[in-house]
């Protein structure tokens, strides 16, 4: 890494074992932490500490902060992480070199109310702009979220979690029941405390088990793995993790699932939306 005067390297262990393979994206957040991507997961250096942020997921591409601190990755398509949530972006395309347009879907992860479209304007220097202009210059630009008798505002229960390994230190597999109606996907992680995801980062799936056979584990280190399941309203629930695994020793399943908390409060529903007052969305563009 280059800081303006001289070129430090950085080794495996120089970095608390956290950069473990090859880096592919950096970027820097707007409180001068400089991030890291690889191997599906997220490594973030203080300037004194090298440490393993807590949002995980399987991020493999592209990613960048705008100026609000909100992380825009590319994960199957553009995604934003905002107050503590991912959300999806869909058919995202470039009209020219400076126009995007992506679509999104609202689910239960936006609280019902009336919302406003602004774009931050940001120079090539960095600058965010105050104009605060509307994305669209006609009353388009404010919309009501509210949902039908179908929407539930209420997360999934967490699945109760088994995990085992055949004894080698390259496998780890888990199963799971699901304790909720209406899930259509789930995600696991793989780390050496309870909820931790410094193995592997989010991965996601539909299937409700999964045998792992590349990983690099330490004899007699112990791992658990964590699942969370989405439901139908885009809710995620909270931690359900696994038994403990000894790396290298094989041990019947048994199903203890600890609960973490989520640093995600789901939203509250707003059963009736005022018109007096709208959120804002702030979209980041580019000036050139």
């Given at each position: 890494?280059?800081?303006?005067?001289?070129?430090?390297?950085?080794?495996?262990?120089?970095?608390?074992?956290?950069?473990?393979?090859?880096v592919n994206g950096i970027a820097e957040a707007p409180d001068g932490t400089i991030w890291f991507s690889g191997c599906g997961n997220?490594?973030?250096?203080?300037g004194v500490t090298w440490s393993t942020p807590s949002i995980g997921s399987s991020y493999s591409a592209s990613f960048m902060f705008d100026n609000r601190s909100n992380l825009w990755y590319n994960n199957n398509g553009l995604n934003v992480r905002w107050g503590g949530a991912d959300y999806p972006f869909t058919d995202g395309q470039w009209l020219s070199p400076t126009r995007?347009?992506?679509?999104?879907?609202?689910?239960?992860?936006v609280p019902p109310g009336y919302y406003v479209v602004q774009m931050d304007v940001v120079q090539m220097d960095g600058v965010l702009g105050d104009d605060g202009m509307?994305?669209?210059?006609?009353?388009?630009?404010?919309?009501?979220?509210?949902?039908?008798?179908?929407?539930?505002?209420?997360?999934?229960?967490?699945?109760q979690v088994a995990a085992s390994t055949d004894g080698s230190l390259r496998q780890l597999s888990a199963s799971w029941q699901a304790n909720s109606p209406h899930i259509d996907q789930y995600r696991y992680a793989i780390g050496t405390t309870p909820g931790a995801r410094n193995v592997v980062g989010w991965t996601y799936l539909t299937?409700?088990?999964?045998?792992r056979s590349d990983l690099t584990l330490v004899q007699g280190q112990t791992y658990y793995i964590t699942i969370q399941a989405r439901n139908t309203s885009g809710l995620w629930s909270v931690d359900g993790v696994s038994n403990v695994v000894m790396g290298g020793q094989v041990a019947p399943p048994t199903a203890t699932p600890t609960l973490t908390p989520d640093p995600f409060t789901p939203p509250t529903a707003t059963p009736t939306p005022s018109a007096g007052s709208a959120n804002t969305i702030y979209l980041p563009t580019v000036r050139r």
């Open positions: 890494m280059y800081d303006g005067a001289g070129w430090q390297y950085w080794g495996w262990a120089d970095t608390n074992y956290r950069l473990n393979c090859d997220f490594v973030m250096y203080d995007f347009q992506a679509g999104y879907d609202f689910d239960a992860n509307a994305a669209y210059a006609t009353s388009g630009d404010r919309f009501q979220v509210d949902f039908g008798a179908g929407v539930t505002l209420d997360p999934p229960t967490p699945p299937a409700t088990s999964f045998t």
